[in-house]
């Protein structure tokens, strides 16, 4: 079985929820034809697009009895550090996306739909974990600049204004984002890289229960 088809359906522009279901149906295409017996999605909307793919490609219960060659995984590949750059832009998406699952978290929801992805709990440690990772391997972006805890927590400032000017002043306040802004910047920016990212966010999910 493979991974969730993290698109959501876009009743407000058809354009980008044709896009959306076509992603939907390229990713279950690929899961059927590399042998998986199974699937899922993130919205109920979009489990019609996945029977369809496999209904097609796979009329018998299982693909058991398809044989596939099996990749040749050795100790150095999985110690290949990984390349790419580092851009000024995913430094800040990653602070964006990080702050608004853990708004969403703190106040007791932990699936959120975020610029048409349903994300969960995975997408805010991928985003934390890179943001330490750089700040405390001394990364520099494509464009040059350097990676701190300064410029972390200056971005974080920049993003929660954005938000409050995106959602006004009583939803902003209300949402929790400035508890997520502060513990997000504490989780990127500390010595330690935390076990798990809603460990420290219980403390805030208790403060706003009480």
Same mark, same amino acid.
């Given at each position: 079985?493979?991974?969730? /088809?993290?698109? &959501? ?12 279901? =076509? ?36 009329? #018998? ?12 995984? #050795? ?12 851009? !000024? ?7 964006? $996306? !990080? &702050? ?5 978290? $703190? ?6 739909? &975020? ?8 997408? /805010?440690? &991928? ?28 971005? $974080?400032?920049?993003?929660? =204004? ?11 306040? /209300? ?36």
């Amino acid at each position: 079985m493979g991974g969730m /088809a993290a698109q &959501i359906p876009l009743k407000d522009d058809p354009q980008a929820n044709a896009r959306a279901l =076509e992603k939907v149906r390229q990713d279950k295409l690929r899961e059927v034809k590399a042998g998986h017996d199974g699937t899922w999605v993130a919205h109920p909307g979009l489990v019609s697009v996945a029977k369809e793919v496999f209904d097609q490609f796979m009329p #018998t219960p299982n693909q058991i009895g398809i044989a596939r060659p099996s990749p040749q995984i #050795t100790a150095a590949d999985l110690l290949q550090v990984p390349e790419g750059d580092i851009t !000024g832009a995913g430094v800040r998406m990653n602070v964006d $996306i !990080g &702050i608004r699952y853990l708004a969403a978290w $703190i106040g007791g929801n932990g699936c959120v739909p &975020i610029y048409g992805l349903m994300e969960d709990a995975a997408t /805010a440690e &991928i985003s934390r974990a890179q943001l330490w990772q750089w700040v405390k391997h001394e990364a520099r972006t494509r464009e040059g600049r350097p990676v701190t805890a300064d410029s972390v927590r200056h971005t $974080i400032a920049e993003e929660l =204004e954005k938000m409050h000017g995106e959602f006004g002043a009583a939803r902003f306040s /209300a949402g929790g984002f400035e508890q997520a802004g502060r513990l997000f910047g504490d989780l990127v920016t500390g010595p330690e890289f935390a076990e798990f990212l809603t460990l420290p966010a219980y403390e805030y999910l208790d403060d706003s229960a009480g």
